[in-house]
């Protein structure tokens, strides 16, 4: 287990700009000292950096790490030094809510990247509307987040303007799977199971829609505490209930006991999850995981050409742990940050202006810029333009690419 709290990581410009050691902290918004030079902002991230996740929340801190890196050295906003101020939310809304007051107090950020859970998300998104800070997720998908809880009614509003994110939502990707095991895996039996955090129920019941309305049969269906671990009483039914998949809602934790002990059962079926479930540590959990299957939002950063130099870049910078499953959009959600700070600063004669915050979530609102994940840009909602998604599955060991495609629904 990794034990990590706070980390505050201060990057030294390269280029022409000098700037103290510490940074101005004053009063004004993003540091400045009222003359334009020398000025700090912080990117604040939201991630769990210990606990059952923090593989998946290292890798998003990581990569935003290293946007503000090259931001630095290629003096991306002329008298303008980055950092990033990480907070550890260990994937609960409590911590996440308690990190999102501590980022607003703080003048001197002027945008946050995360969190991971939707659920985390909930408890933190008014906290930064009321501070006009903008928060871009690379990895929520709970639809209601951008679009209000009257979604899938047809009545969709947006909740808060200072919340984006890079990652698509579970209106797209529980559905994407749907097809996916219908049309081409020809599975038309599965039993449902969701761990009834925010997250993992929105995917299954967005799942469930689909599969049914394709002409599947949802067999069974039970809901799990994402902190157990035995799961063989649910392994037994599933076995004795001619399943020939499941589908599952919720994170890689719990889904790789799941998995096993239900091939342990005696059931030889695919499981199939989305996004939370895609890391490598699914796979190191679950030695019988051979045949799984997961979708991810966007496509395999690892097949995208505009994904090359990020992928060199991280190598080149010595992180000892991996970007991960969220890694490029990690880095695109900071990279959209600093785009809408760039654009503010530009229409101020260089500076940013005491209100900086507020015009940082209007410029963000206008980003378009071509990102290690594809292109960037934001809809009325503050959801991605980018509706692409992959279908994983594990073979020898490791998760490869099965599908690529956009939702058609």
Not at 79 to 87: D, R, T, W
Not at 281 to 294: H, R, W
């Amino acid at each position: 287990m990794r034990n990590r709290s706070m980390i505050v990581l201060s990057i030294a410009v390269v280029g022409a700009l000098t700037v103290s050691a510490c940074g101005s902290r004053d009063s004004k918004k993003g540091g400045s000292d009222g003359s334009g030079a020398g000025t700090t902002v912080v990117i604040g991230v939201d991630a769990p950096l210990t606990g059952d996740l923090s593989a998946i929340g290292i890798g998003i801190k990581n990569s935003v790490d290293l946007a503000v890196r090259t931001a630095n050295a290629t003096n991306e906003v002329p008298g303008v030094k980055f950092e990033i101020k990480a907070l550890d939310d260990t994937a609960k809304p409590a911590p996440g809510q308690q990190n999102a007051t501590q980022l607003v107090a703080d003048k001197n950020v002027l945008g946050v990247v995360g969190p991971l859970n939707s659920s985390v998300a909930q408890s933190m998104q008014q906290i930064f509307n009321d501070a006009n800070l903008v928060e871009i997720s690379p990895a929520n998908t709970g639809v209601a987040l951008t679009q209000g809880e009257k979604w899938a009614s047809g009545t969709k509003v947006r909740p808060f303007k200072t919340y984006f994110r890079t990652a698509t939502t579970d209106a797209v990707q529980g559905p994407f799977a749907a097809q996916y095991l219908y049309n081409d895996a020809k599975k038309t039996k599965v039993f449902l199971i969701d761990d009834q955090k925010t997250y993992g129920a929105g995917l299954a019941s967005t799942f469930k829609g689909e599969f049914t309305k394709l002409g599947g049969t949802v067999i069974g269906e039970e809901h799990i505490n994402p902190d157990d671990r035995d799961f063989s009483a649910i392994a037994t039914k599933v076995k004795n209930s001619g399943a020939e998949a499941i589908y599952y809602g919720g994170e890689y934790p719990a889904a790789g006991p799941l998995s096993l002990q239900v091939k342990d059962a005696g059931a030889n079926i695919p499981v199939m999850g989305g996004d939370g479930m895609q890391s490598a540590d699914f796979i190191k959990l679950n030695p019988k995981s051979q045949g799984d299957l997961a979708t991810a939002v966007g496509l395999s950063v690892e097949k995208l050409p505009s994904a090359a130099k990020f992928i060199a870049d991280y190598a080149a910078a010595g992180y000892k742990d991996p970007y991960e499953t969220y890694g490029g959009y990690s880095y695109d959600s900071a990279w959209a940050i600093i785009q809408g700070i760039k654009a503010v600063a530009a229409a101020n004669n260089g500076k940013l202006p005491g209100d900086a915050r507020a015009k940082v979530v209007d410029a963000v609102q206008k980003v378009g810029f071509a990102g290690v994940s594809g292109t960037v840009s934001f809809d009325e909602f503050g959801d991605t333009t980018n509706k692409q998604l992959t279908v994983y599955k594990v073979q020898d060991g490791k998760w490869a690419v099965e599908k690529s495609g956009t939702f058609t629904g």
